[in-house]
Structure formats: structure tokens, C-alpha cells
Nanobody, 119 residues
Framework: QLVESGGNSVQAGGSLRLSCEVS????????MAWFRQAPGQEREAVAA???????TYTYSVEGRFTISKDNAENTLYLQMTNLKPEDTAMYYC???????????????WGQGTQVTVSS
């Protein structure tokens, strides 16, 4: 089970940290990612992290977002800085036992947390 939190409304240039608490499995045995979906748009990958901690980002968030995981807390994080209005979306965490990186075929998804960035 994946449970996201941390979404909020912020002004452009602000920061947020999203969390995804994992149960039943440990983050150390999972490949994980953050996705987002804006109204009327397809779900897109934002960032991924593999079991060894190697990270991958979509171009639009490179240098602004950081994906990480805490094995002790069994939680996945997404630190977002310099937020822009186009970052407004529902953000979802995803997990799988296969290294899918930014592909969409993750087998486990959370319910999402809303991020709204105003200009």
C-alpha cells in the first residue's frame, strides 16, 4: 500500500516535500517513482529511483526536484523547489519489483496528493 501526503497550494517559486509511506514491503526492495497528472492531460513520469538509489528525472523538473527514499522510515520523498504553475497536478507515487524507471507500467499506485502552484 502506498499513501501520499504533503500536497498543498503554494506560490510560484515556493517549495514542497511530498511523502509516500509504504506498507507491506520495504522501499529497499522496490523500484519507485513519482508521476503527476494535470486535468485533461495524460499521467506523466516525474522522477524514478532504483533499489541502489540511482535517480532519473524528466527534463522539465531536472535541477528543481529531488527524489529520495528513507529506508528507516520506509518512505519515498519528492522534494520540489522553484515550483512553477505548470507543476500543478495530482502527484502519485508508484512502486514495482521491476526496474521501470520512467515507464508507466508500475503495478502499485497511491491515491495521489494535490499540488497547486499559483503565479
Amino acid at each position: 500500500q502506498l499513501v501520499e501526503s504533503g500536497g498543498n497550494s503554494v506560490q510560484a517559486g515556493g517549495s514542497l516535500r511530498l511523502s509516500c509511506e509504504v506498507s507491506r514491503y520495504t522501499v529497499s526492495e522496490l523500484y519507485m517513482a513519482w508521476f503527476r497528472q494535470a486535468p485533461g492531460q495524460e499521467r506523466e513520469a516525474v522522477a524514478a529511483i532504483d533499489k541502489s538509489g540511482y535517480t532519473t528525472y524528466t527534463y522539465s523538473v531536472e535541477g528543481r526536484f529531488t527524489i529520495s527514499k528513507d529506508n528507516a522510515e520506509n518512505t519515498l520523498y519528492l522534494q520540489m523547489t522553484n515550483l512553477k504553475p505548470e507543476d500543478t497536478a495530482m502527484y502519485y507515487c508508484a512502486a514495482d519489483f521491476f526496474n521501470l524507471q520512467l515507464a508507466r507500467h508500475y503495478s502499485n499506485w497511491g491515491q495521489g496528493t494535490q499540488v497547486t502552484v499559483s503565479s
